[in-house]
């Protein structure tokens, strides 16, 4: 049995999908907090049928992981063993679709890799780290991710499957990252995914400099 997300590259050309990523410098509570935010928009235009609900599936089930407050220092975590448990089944929201059964599950990994690969902290020391290391990763190479898009295969004999495996970085030391992921179907022609992390900079970041600016007299 094989479960997959990769789309047709004929099909991914002709996908209008924006990935963007937003961050908040703003704090709120402690001035060591930090926001930031990841989102991927698909436009109803150019999404098959069935990917939507394949994709809300995946998220839904990387919010269950999140939620269980997993991350521990040196640990590594693995896509298919602890967000799908090894399992992409009908009760779980998964579908067919013209591709095959659970096609467009890509999404939650993509935009997690999106996420691991852009967020960043304030170390003690004054530089910027990484919050997340990526350790194992297959390029999705399909415009509707962009440059973060990562392939997932879920094979249950084992030798084609593909994963998507990360950590904490080792030298983080602040607050539990807190991950939620959000669902923006107001418009039905443009659906928003986001993923949005709370996490901590070790040191403040340096205040603003103000340039003097020169007075007239008259």
Known sequence: MRLT?????????????????????????SPLEREYSVSIMYEAEHTYAGRLANARAAFAM????????????????SFLRDVLRNTMLPEQGYVMTQYGFGYGAC?????????????????????EQPVFEVIQ??????????????????D?????????????NPAYDGPMP????????ADPEKVTVTMTMRYGDEAALPAPTL???????P
Do not use: M
Not at 62 to 77: I, R
Not at 156 to 168: A, E, H, I, N
């Open 107 to 127: 999404g939650a990994p993509s935009l997690l890799n999106h996420l691991a690969r852009t967020a960043v902290f304030l170390d003690a020391d004054g530089t």
């Open 62 to 77: 990387l919010q269950v992981f999140f939620d269980s407050d997993p991350f521990a220092p040196d640990d590594e975590y």
């Open 156 to 168: 249950l004999t084992g030798p084609r499957s593909k994963d998507y495996v990360w950590r904490l």
């Open 5 to 29: 997300c990769n789309i047709p590259v004929a099909l991914a050309a002709l996908a209008l999908i924006a990935v963007f990523a937003v961050a908040a410098p703003a704090r709120a509570g």
């Open 137 to 154: 990763f297959t390029r999705e190479r399909n415009p509707t991710y962009g440059r973060y898009g990562a392939a997932i295969f879920l």
């Open 211 to 217: 340039t003097p600016t020169a007075s007239r007299t």
């Open 178 to 185: 807190r991950i939620t992921i959000t669902i923006d179907d």
